[in-house]
C-alpha cells in the first residue's frame, strides 16, 4: 500500500478503497480454499494412513502450536495476518483452528482495516518528515 500512494499518488481514500478491497477479498477466497484443501487433506490422510494406533503423538511444535492457539486466539491470528503472516497463510491457520468463516473473515477484515489505516498514517509522517529535511 504505501508503494501505491508514492507511484500513484493516491489519497487518503483510494488508498483505504483499494488495499482494504484486496485484502477482503483475498480473506473470502483463502478462507474458503483453505477449508477445502483441509476437508482434502483429512480424506486423503484418511485414506492413505492406517488407524494402527489411536494415541496421539505430541510433539514439540504441536505442544507450541497449542499454546499459540490458546494463547492468542482467533484475534492474535487476525491481528498478526495482514503485518506479518500475509492473508493467505492467516485465513489458513484461522480455519484450521476456527471454523467459524464469518467470524474468521470479519476478524481478519477489521484487522486489514486497521492495519490499511495505521501503515498510511506511518507513511504520512514519514514522508512529511522527510520533506522537512
Known sequence: MPAA???FD????????????????????????SDGIIKWWNKLKDKLFSK???K?????SNRRIVKIKNRFGLIGIAVLTPILLSI???????????KDKKKVIIY?????????NAL???LLLAYKGYKAI
Do not use: D, H, M
Open 5 to 7: 500512494v508514492y507511484a
Open 10 to 33: 493516491y489519497n487518503y481514500l483510494q488508498c483505504i478503497l483499494t488495499s482494504c478491497a484486496g485484502a477482503i477479498f483475498s480473506t473470502i477466497i483463502f478462507t474458503y480454499l
Open 52 to 54: 494402527k494406533s489411536e
Open 56 to 60: 496421539k503423538n505430541f510433539t514439540k
Open 88 to 98: 493467505p497463510l492467516g485465513a489458513f491457520l484461522a480455519e484450521r483452528f476456527y
Open 108 to 116: 481478519i477484515t477489521i484487522s486489514c482495516v486497521f492495519w490499511s
Open 120 to 122: 498510511y498514517f506511518i
